[in-house]
């Protein structure tokens, strides 16, 4: 078996050899660590990178991002999905700055209490930032210690992920936990990759547990798969010569603060009687029905939204009605660009001319 001090050294060497050069490895300003990691969550680096970079050029400071409201935060985070994450960026900042004077915290746990913030995020800032000797562990980090020790406790169970953080804090170069969390993740991102890893060039090939009992199609051990809920949604896009009207989301579903259009929604494909039924319920009988969209496809971790778009032409009545009976309010289009809006809307708005 490896010993943990070379695990650790080859490691380090093959990331100094082998690493990206990505704007957050060059500081160790907590603030843009922190920025990085929550833009990073569940994102490729390709697509997280101009975020990041957006959110530096907006926000340079954590003050400047707490004092932000919350509608410009989600319009800067438009497109990357998971707009929760968005929401607990802005409120950690603001507890970061009504705390601790707008100064991170460095120990782990105390990181840890702060809106948005989970193990992962803790270990990566304390690491990153102030060198506290915590592993990082995340799907990386699974992948990587399972297939070199041959670790096959099952990460979808609730003891899973204790036993790979215990092994992963055992295996850490404490005094370099900077350097060797970068280099196990980016070996994880690079290298030993989920399908088709680059065994022929790997400095682990020869004691791999995984490459050499041709174990790498089952580790790590996941038994349960997420499952997917399929959603069908029908927006009804009133407008009129003065607008378009929208709604913002409220809590409990996805997209919470982003603005979106009247939604139908069932759990098969809804078709023009659906529309009738919702127009004769909001007492638009005399609305002209427009032009119907292609369907649009939206996949997020548990849900498979279908989405159709039908354009429906208010009279001054109709207009009145509808902001009287509703939550809905009238737009321009010059103001719809700066809302937050979901990927599958603005898919669908570059897709028309009104
Ligand atoms: S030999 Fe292959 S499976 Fe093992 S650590 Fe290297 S890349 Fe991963």
């Not at 490691?11 to 843009?32: G, Q, S, V």
């Not at 089952?218 to 003065?242: E, Q």
């Amino acid at each position: 078996m490896l010993d943990s001090k070379v695990f650790a050294n080859q490691l380090i060497n093959w990331y100094e050899e082998n690493k990206r050069d990505l704007p957050w490895r060059k500081t160790a300003d907590p603030y843009r660590i922190w920025l990085s990691e929550i833009i990073l969550q569940q994102t490729r680096v390709a697509q997280g990178l101009p975020y990041y970079e957006r959110f530096v050029e907006e926000f340079p400071t954590i003050h400047d991002l707490a004092n932000a409201s919350e509608t410009e935060v989600l319009r800067l985070w438009q497109g990357l999905g998971y707009y929760s994450r968005a929401r607990n960026l802005h409120a950690c900042a603001k507890m970061v700055v009504d705390s601790f004077g707008g100064k991170f915290p460095s120990e782990f746990d105390e990181l840890l209490k702060l809106k948005g913030i989970g193990r992962y995020t803790a270990a990566a800032i304390a690491s990153f930032a102030f060198n506290q000797p915590n592993a990082v562990v995340d799907g990386n980090v699974y992948r990587v210690l399972s297939r070199v020790f041959g670790i096959d406790d099952d990460v979808s169970t609730s003891q899973g992920p204790k036993v790979f953080e215990l092994r992963a804090n055992e295996l850490l170069d404490a005094q370099r936990s900077n350097l060797y969390n970068q280099a196990i993740m980016e070996f994880g991102a690079m290298q030993c990759l989920p399908k088709s890893p680059a065994c022929g060039v790997c400095p682990f090939m020869e004691s791999c547990f995984a490459f050499n009992h041709n174990k790498i199609e089952v580790l790590p051990v996941k038994t349960k798969k997420t499952k997917v809920r399929k959603r069908y949604f029908t927006y009804l896009v009133f407008h009129s010569d003065a607008g378009i009207w929208l709604k913002e989301r409220g809590k409990g579903d996805v997209w919470q603060g982003l603005y979106d259009f009247y939604l139908l929604e069932d759990t098969k494909p809804m078709g023009l009687n659906e529309v009738i039924a919702a127009l004769y319920k909001l007492g638009l009988t005399h609305s002209i029905i427009g032009e119907e969209s292609k369907l649009y496809e939206h996949v997020l971790t548990h849900q498979r939204i279908f989405a159709n778009f039908v354009k429906i032409e208010l009279d001054n009545e109709g207009a009145r009605l509808l902001s009287t009976h509703s939550e809905m309010k009238q737009y321009t289009l010059e103001q719809i660009d700066v809302l937050p809006k979901p990927v599958l809307m603005v898919k669908y708005l570059e897709d028309q001319s009104f």
